[in-house]
Each structure stands twice: as C-alpha cells, then as structure tokens.
C-alpha cells in the first residue's frame, strides 16, 4: 500500500518561513515526478513546484524565488522550503508523486499552511 505522509505546516506571520516534508512509503520503486499542490479556500487546486527524478524542476510562477522544492529518492521524500511567506499562500498543501510505469498519481492528505498578514 502506497502512502504519502506531510509534516510542517502550521501558522506563521508573512514574511516569515516553513518547510513541508512528505515522505513515501510502500511498494513503489522509482518515481517520476515528486511535488506540491495547494488548494485554498473557494479555489481550485493548484500546482506549487514539481521535480522529477532526473532533477528539472517547475514552480508556479507566483511562488518563484520564494519557494524550493527537492527530493531525496533514497528515501524517498520531497521537500518545499517556503520564504517570504504571502497571506496569499494560505491553503492546504498536498504532496504529490506519480509513477510513470504504473501510469498513477498517489496524493498525500493535505497539510494546512496559514499566513498571518
């Protein structure tokens, strides 16, 4: 059974700093692609940054230069450093992983992540 479980969310006034972790476990082997989605109240749910296994990495451009994804495929775990936090950035995060040779996507359960303005 694959699972995806969050850590590190939480409140924090903006400006301020967090670092989500999600780390995976069961039966999965190699995975593509590793990242973050946010869904905020009302919203659809979007895409934060991803990385695949071969390390090229894409960021919604609302979170470039602030926010920094990486991976551990040892582990295997992904990881989003999040600086100069917005009240914009207040969602649910979820993590996110798909394994190319299953063709499936698996999602964590989501952890809160709320900004103070």
């Known amino acids: 059974q694959i699972q995806l479980v969050e850590s590190g969310g939480g409140l924090v006034q903006a400006g301020g700093s967090l670092r989500l972790s999600c780390r995976a476990s069961?039966?999965?082997?190699?995975?593509?692609?590793m990242g973050w989605y946010r869904q905020a109240p009302g919203k659809q749910r979007e895409l934060v940054a991803t990385?695949?296994?071969?390390?090229?990495?894409n960021y919604a451009d609302s979170v470039k230069g602030r926010f920094t994804i990486s991976r551990d495929n040892a582990k295997p775990m992904v990881s989003l450093q999040m600086n100069s936090l917005k009240s914009e950035d207040t969602a649910v995060y979820y993590c996110?992983?798909?394994?190319?040779?299953?063709?499936?996507?698996?999602w964590g359960q989501g952890t809160q992540v709320t900004v103070s303005s």
């Open positions: 996110y992983i798909h394994v190319g040779r299953w063709s499936r996507d698996y």
């Open positions: 069961g039966p999965i082997g190699s995975i593509d692609v």
């Open positions: 990385i695949t296994a071969h390390g090229n990495l």
